[in-house]
């Protein structure tokens, strides 16, 4: 299965350009599905209302379904459930349960909805394309990395050893005078983490990319040089750049000729910024696009670009220790500066920024077992050096 995740600045139309990818898709013979949160745009590129969180998408095209997820109403059923689940701790603490009708969805509540509905559509098996009209890029990029995010923080809070503490919970209660958290908030957490992990792995798909939608302006190039560094970072690979809105050159408007010469100035350097990556034209119909069939004139050509079989992780060990005495954790950054850049290690852990992009990531095996000497970046790939600590490192002739 294919999942194309469309996303750029504000502004940009990548909602429309999301329709005309699913489109484009569902024309060239795959079952395709278009998932969105904006109310109103899809009906009018479409010219069909997506069914509000329903779990039955409605038919825009042949081939082309579309669902509209409601954020709001997710959130609503989430919560009470969940209060539902940890009543005895709710109680515990003198806490009044919420009613439905007094509930409002909170900042963040999209992103959950939006994973949700991914997962539930990939479970389905109903679809070869997916296409997701995401949010603007820098919450695309966040939402993207909050599986494997809330994922270690339900690890910190609840270590594996919670097994244990169950066990001895009773004996706890007598010695404390008071109850322990409740069994159902124990299964509350692990329900979150077999969620969160079945997220994350249609995240790190390998059919998963993102194609970037921005229009030809004179910050275009620098904007997406940003978005693609955090990209990368998490491991998501660029498949494609839209440019949208390109007016007809030549023409003898001195007004048009001269927005259309910087469009193509713009238009050079996102091709020049991005050599490795599609970057398609899409012509200015003069209006926002009305129906199926004006949406079709947008977009020819394939809808999803071809991917390797594979998706290994993109932080890759090198092994110089008989050449240099040092291993080498390679972590590709296409994109990246040195001025945005910042490493940090904590403990068995790395901290890598990019800009206003932060991963963690726990070292493998052999690393932690050495000292970070020294990184750089070289060709777009943060190169992280590490030596090993002559107490932690296996002497020569002795098993690891």
Known sequence: MRTVLVTGPGGAGRTTLAAATALAGARQGARTLLLTTQSSAPEAVLGARPGVDAPAPIAAAPGLHARRIDPADRFRQE???F?????AALDLLGAAPLDEDELTELPGSEAFALLHALRTAHASGDWELLVVDAPPAAETIRLLALPAQVRRYLRRLLPPERQAARALRPVL???AGVPMPAQKLYE???RWERELAAVQRVVDAPGTSVRLVTEAGPVAAATLRTLRAGLALHGRRTDGVLVNRLLPTGSADPFLAGLSGSQQSALKALRDEFPDVPVREVRHLGRDPQ????LGELLDGPATADLPADHPDPWTVEDRLAADGILVWRVPLPGARREGLGLVRRGDEIVVSVGR???IRTLPSALRRC???GAGLRDGVLEIRFTPDPDLWPRSGTSD
Do not use: M
């Open 79 to 81: 919560f009470l459930s």
């Open 83 to 87: 209060q539902e689940r940890a009543g």
């Open 173 to 175: 209660a007598q010695l």
């Open 188 to 190: 509350a957490a692990e």
């Open 291 to 294: 129906g199926i069939d004006e």
């Open 357 to 359: 992009f932060r991963r």
């Open 371 to 373: 000292t970070v000497s």
